[in-house]
C-alpha cells in the first residue's frame, strides 16, 4: 500500500528533522494522529536498507511493550516515492528537546531526574532484548526518546538499528552524521554492545545537562564530570561507554543487573518528583502559578505559552499536560500545616508620627518599628496611618491578589483531577505461560506479567495469546492492590511447512523462486509445495542460482553471499542444522547472520564453515568448525553450559525447578543450565507461589519470595 500526503495524511505539526529524515505528527482520514518519519532521500534510495527495514518492522509485528511506540507501516510516500516510517502517535516532548532547552535556560539537571530516566531505559532496552533475544535495536538516542508529559519515558522508531548497519559507514560517520554512537570494535555489524554504548550515551548526555554533538568522544568521561559523580556511578557509566576492554557490559542486561547497585535503590517519589520539576523548568512553564490566562475552555490557547519559540517539537497541549502531571503531582503530597497569622494590632487612640523620610545617616528608631535593613530606612510604626501613596499601593496589591486568586483557583478546578482522577491504584497480571499480550481499555501495555498502576475506576483488560483472546472488567480502587492470574492454553508454534527465508550478502539482491518474482532480500516465501524449488538471485555484485528442497513441516533458509562469489548455476550446497538447542541461538559467520535454531536448516556452500554460535542475553558463545557436504545436513550438537540459581522463601518452602522438586528453601548456588525456568514454592499452611527466571552463565540468578504477603 501506498500513500500520498494529500491523500490519507493532513499536516499537524511542525517537523523535527534530524540525519535521518523529518518528522511529523499527521493525522489521518480517520482522524487519528500518527507520527511519521519521512527518511532522507540518499537513505531511502539504497535497496539493502529498504530491505531490511522492512524485515525488522515484520519481525517486530508481535513484539509489544509500553516503552516502545508501535510501528504501523513502512510505505512509499505519493507523489515523491520518500520512504516512511508510520508509527502510534506519542504524545510528549524528544530528551533531545529537552536536553537543549535545559542548556539554552541554563537549567540544571538534577540528579534524581537523570537517574528516573536512566532507570526507565534500561529497563526498556532490557525488555527488548528478553523478547527479541536476536534483534539488536541499534538506534537508541535522545532524538528518539519521547518523555510524556507525566513522565514516561517511550522509544520511538525501534525499527532502523538492522537498515542503518546497510549503509556500511565508518564508525565516525554514522555519529557526526546520524547522531548514532557506535563501540570501537565496530565492524560492519551492529551487535549488543552497540546498545548498551548507546544507552550509556543516553546516560552520558544527561549528567553532563546538554545534548551531544559531533565533536563529543566516548573513549572518556569528562574529569570535570568524573570528580563530581559517585564512584559507583562513574563506574557504570565506564562499564556501558565500553571504556574498558575487560569489564565493560557486553549488554543491557548485563547494566540492568548492576543499575540497582550504581544507583542505589529506587526513590520512585523523589526521582518522578524531580523529573516532572525539570520538564517544567525546561518546557519554561511557571511551576509556583501556572499562567495560563490565554487557555480557552475548549482546551486550546489564545496566546503562546512563554519558551513556545524555540521549541517547535512540543506542541501547546503536550506542555499544558505536563503542567497538569506537574501540578497533581505536587498536589497530591501531604504539605506542612501553614503558620497561623498574628492577630493585626488595633491602631491606638493617638494618632502616630508621620512616615519617616529617608535619610542619608543612621537615625535611632522608635523600639517599635520594623526596619528594612538593605535600604536602611523605617518601614512604619506598628498601627501608625501610612501615606496616601502606600495606601494606594496596598489596595492595588490586594486587587491583584485578588484576581490572581481567583484565577488561579478556576483553572485549579480545572485544570487538577480534583474528581479523583488523580487517585491511583495498582494491578498485577500474571499469566500461564507467561509472555501474554496485555491491552488495557484497548492500549497495548506490554506482557504478562506486567504490574502498573491504573486510576481508580473501571478497566477492561484483554489477553491475547494466539487464536485465544479474554477480555475481564476489573475495578481499581484508590491505593488498592489488586491481581489477576490466569491460566491459558499454551500457543502451539505454527508449522513452517512452505516457509523459505532468503537472505543475501550483500542485501538487496532480486529473489525469484521457479521463476516468479518474490522480493527482494531478506525476504520469506510462503505457500511453497513440498518438493525441490530452483531459486535465482540476482544483484550487481553477482548472482546465483541455487536448487532448494522444502519438506512438510519444515522451514528451510537459504544464505548466499553474492559478493564474495559469483556462483555458476547448480552450484554444490548442503545444509546444516542445530540439533536440540534449549533455547534459541543465532549463527554467524566472518560477523555475518547466517540465522538461528529456530530454522530447521540452513544453505550453506560445499566445504569447510567457522561458525560462530551465540545467545548475548545468556552469555553463551560456541565456536564451530563445520564441513558441509553436496546435499547433506549436517548436525551440530551443542555443549550447553550451566549456571548458578540461588532461591529462597520467607519463612520456608519447598522449591521445584521446572517441576522437578530440588529440596528445601535456603539453596545457594545450584547449578542448572542457563536459559528460563520456572522455580515453583510450596508450604504447608502459606500455599503455592510461582516466579520465572533466566539464568546467565555470567552471574548467580537469585529468586525470593514472602509468602505470608499472599
Known amino acids: 500500500m501506498e500513500i500520498a500526503v494529500g491523500e490519507s495524511y493532513a499536516e499537524a505539526a511542525q517537523p523535527f528533522v534530524d540525519g535521518l529524515g523529518e518528522r511529523r505528527v499527521t493525522v489521518d482520514i480517520r482522524g487519528e494522529r500518527l507520527d511519521v518519519l519521512r527518511l532522507r532521500a540518499a537513505l531511502g534510495g539504497i535497496p539493502s536498507f529498504e530491505s531490511a527495514l522492512r524485515e525488522r518492522a ?45 542548556e539554552k535556560r541554563s537549567v540544571p539537571v538534577d540528579l534524581p531526574a537523570a537517574v528516573r530516566l536512566i532507570r526507565q531505559l534500561v529497563h526498556a532496552a532490557s525488555a527488548w532484548r528478553e523478547q527479541l533475544p536476536d534483534t539488536v535495536h541499534g538506534a537508541i538516542g535522545p532524538d528518539r526518546i519521547m518523555i510524556t508529559p507525566d513522565g514516561r519515558l517511550i522509544v520511538v522508531e525501534p525499527v532502523l538499528g538492522s537498515a542503518l548497519e546497510q549503509l556500511r559507514y565508518p564508525r565516525q560517520r554514522y555519529w557526526e ?13 551492529i551487535n549488543a554492545r552497540a546498545d548498551v554504548l548507546q544507552v550509556g550515551a543516553v546516560a552520558l548526555a544527561l549528567m553532563r545537562g546538554r545534548r551531544l554533538n559531533a565533536a563529543d568522544r566516548f573513549d572518556e568521561i569528562p574529569p570535570a564530570l568524573a570528580d563530581r559523580l559517585p564512584s559507583a556511578m562513574r563506574t557504570w557509566i565506564s562499564r556501558a561507554l565500553q571504556l574498558e576492554p575487560v569489564g565493560s557490559f557486553t549488554s543491557v542486561l548485563d547494566a540492568r543487573a548492576a543499575l540497582d547497585q550504581a544507583f542505589g535503590e529506587p526513590d520512585i517519589i523523589e526521582e518522578q518528583d524531580s523529573l516532572l520539576l525539570f520538564m517544567a523548568r525546561c518546557l519554561a512553564l511557571d511551576v509556583n502559578a501556572p499562567s495560563m490566562a490565554g487557555e480557552d475552555p475548549a482546551g486550546g490557547a489564545s496566546g503562546a505559552m512563554p519558551g513556545s519559540d524555540d521549541l517547535p517539537d512540543v506542541d501547546l497541549g503536550t506542555r499544558i499536560e505536563a503542567l497538569r502531571t506537574f501540578l497533581a503531582r505536587r498536589s ?57 501613596d502606600w495606601t494606594k499601593r496596598l489596595w492595588l496589591a490586594a486587587g491583584a491578589t485578588l484576581v490572581i486568586g481567583i484565577g488561579l483557583a478556576m483553572i485549579m478546578f480545572r485544570v487538577l483531577p480534583w474528581s479523583g482522577a488523580s487517585e491511583m491504584g495498582s494491578l498485577s497480571i ?24 491504573l486510576p481508580a475506576g473501571d478497566h477492561l483488560v484483554e489477553l491475547v495469546n494466539g487464536t485465544e483472546n479474554r477480555k475481564i472488567p476489573v475495578t481499581i480502587k484508590a491505593g488498592s492492590d489488586s491481581s489477576q492470574f490466569l491460566e491459558m492454553a499454551a500457543v502451539t508454534p505454527l508449522a513452517a511447512a512452505s516457509e523459505l527465508r532468503v537472505r543475501t550478502e550483500p542485501l538487496g539482491a ?27 538471485l540476482k544483484h550487481e555484485t553477482g548472482s546465483a542460482t541455487e536448487q532448494v528442497l522444502i519438506e512438510p513441516g519444515k522451514a528451510a533458509s537459504l544464505f548466499v553471499p553474492l559478493a564474495a562469489r559469483p556462483a555458476p548455476a547448480g552450484a554444490a550446497a548442503g545444509w546444516i ?25 540452513i544453505m550453506l556452500p560445499t ?51 521446572d517441576g522437578a522438586p530440588v529440596g528445601e528453601t535456603p539453596i545457594a548456588n545450584m547449578k542448572v543450565p542457563i536459559g528460563p525456568h520456572e522455580i515453583m514454592f510450596r508450604h504447608p499452611q502459606l500455599g503455592e507461589s510461582r516466579a520465572s527466571v533466566t539464568v546467565t552463565s555470567r552471574e548467580t540468578a537469585k529468586v525470593g519470595v514472602d509468602l505470608r504477603a499472599k
Not at 500545616?337 to 508620627?353: L, N, S, V
Open 58 to 102: 515484520g519481525r517486530m509485528a508481535a513484539f509489544a511493550h509500553e516503552s516502545f511506540s508501535r510501528v504501523r507501516a513502512i510505505e512509499i510516500e505519493k507523489p515523491t516515492g520518500t520512504l516512511v516510517v508510520v508509527s502510534d502517535h506519542v504524545r510528549g516532548v524528544r530528551l533531545s528537546t529537552l536536553l537543549a532547552a535545559a
Open 177 to 189: 552524521e546520524l547522531g548514532v554512537p557506535l563501540p570501537s570494535s565496530f565492524a560492519l555489524s
Open 332 to 388: 497530591s503530597r501531604s504539605a506542612p500545616p501553614e503558620p497561623e497569622a498574628p492577630e493585626p494590632t488595633p491602631p491606638p487612640d493617638d494618632p502616630a508620627e508621620e512616615f519617616a523620610p529617608e535619610v542619608d545617616a543612621p537615625q535611632a528608631q522608635p523600639a517599635s518599628a520594623t526596619v528594612d535593613h538593605e535600604r536602611r530606612r523605617p518601614l512604619g510604626v506598628i498601627g501608625a496611618p501610612l501615606p496616601d
Open 430 to 453: 500474571d499469566t500461564r505461560p507467561a509472555g501474554i499480550s496485555i491491552a488495557i481499555d484497548g492500549m497495548p501495555r506490554g506482557v504478562t506479567p506486567l504490574r502498573l498502576d
Open 510 to 536: 532480486t529473489v525469484t523462486v521457479d521463476g516468479q518474482y518474490v522480493g527482494r532480500s531478506p525476504v520469506s516465501v510462503g505457500d511453497l509445495a513440498p518438493g525441490t524449488h530452483t531459486v535465482v
Open 577 to 601: 542444522s542445530i540439533a536440540a538447542a534449549p533455547v534459541d541461538v543465532q549463527l554467524f559467520e566472518d560477523g555475518r547472520f547466517l540465522g538461528s535454531s529456530r530454522i530447521d536448516r
Open 607 to 657: 566445504g569447510r564453515h567457522e561458525l560462530d554460535i551465540v545467545n548475548d542475553a545468556l552469555g553463551f558463545q560456541e565456536r564451530r568448525v563445520v564441513q558441509v557436504t553436496t546435499g547433506q545436513v549436517s548436525s551440530i550438537r551443542l555443549n550447553w553450559p550451566t549456571g548458578s540459581l540461588s532461591i529462597n522463601a520467607v519463612p520456608w518452602a519447598q522449591a521445584f525447578v
